[in-house]
């Protein structure tokens, strides 16, 4: 399949170990965001999702940190595994009106 | 359940050619979207359906850009004329109806690769 993205910031991280991706979203009323997985070849996975009334919520493996004063979002993936690697998208949403994606990096898992 | 089908998966034009995308969205998801993303960067969103409504379009090219969903299920996006700098991925992507989510998760299809030479 083709490559999502040439140019993108790259995070390389040993497998087994943890994964933290950052993200600047760029609207202070943005209420609600979600990371996306995407993968070569195919089209944006939803990974996990944090409204904000919230400042971190988990799920299996990953977890989303909001922190609004700074405007910043960040997604941690515990023990790195090869089938992680991808490129991963924050995207923000203003109280119902459209998404709006982050450029996105990508990260590279080593054997 | 099957994922949001799109064809062709790549295609190769020359500018000022014509080219059109299919997409056939979940099964029973009234709102369908059609993103563009060009290598680097995140996905733009281009237009959204509500059944056979347009929703927003306000970031299409509408001099050159153009789709429907005549009947409220699948829908094609349309270029016409191609130019160069509209080489990039298109994504289809469906949801659920508003009233079932505040926020409807988006199931995105592969995309279609298009490159204008």
């Known amino acids: 399949g083709e490559s999502v993205g040439l140019h993108l910031p790259t995070l390389s991280v040993q497998e087994g170990d943890n994964s933290i991706i950052n993200c600047a979203y760029s609207n202070s009323a943005s209420d609600y965001f979600i990371w996306y997985k995407q993968e070569s070849g195919k089209g944006p996975q939803f990974i996990i999702d944090?409204?904000?009334?919230?400042d971190k919520r988990q799920g299996q493996r990953v977890t989303v940190l909001l922190n609004k004063t700074v405007k910043h979002l960040s997604l941690q993936i515990a023990a790195t595994q090869p089938g992680d690697s991808a490129v991963y998208f924050c995207a923000e949403n203003n109280y119902g009106q459209n998404f709006v994606f982050g450029p996105g990096t990508r990260l590279s898992v080593l054997p | 359940e099957a994922g949001v089908a799109q064809s062709p998966r790549y295609k190769i034009i020359e500018k000022r050619q014509s080219v059109a995308f299919w997409c056939n969205p979940i099964?029973?998801?009234?709102?369908l979207y059609w993103y563009q993303q060009i290598l680097g960067q995140g996905p733009k969103l281009l237009i959204q359906?509500?059944?056979?409504?347009?929703?927003?379009d306000s970031q299409l090219p509408k001099d050159r850009f153009s789709a429907e969903r005549l009947k409220g299920v699948d829908s094609t996006l349309k270029i016409q004329p191609a130019k160069l700098e509209d080489s990039a991925v298109y994504l289809c992507?469906?949801?659920?109806?508003?009233?079932?989510?505040?926020?409807?998760?988006?199931?995105f299809g592969p995309g279609t690769r298009l490159t204008v030479l």
């Open positions: 992507a469906s949801s659920s109806h508003p009233e079932v989510s505040d926020y409807n998760e988006q199931f």
């Open positions: 099964s029973g998801h009234a709102t």
């Open positions: 359906f509500q059944n056979n409504g347009v929703v927003d």
């Open positions: 944090i409204r904000s009334n919230m």
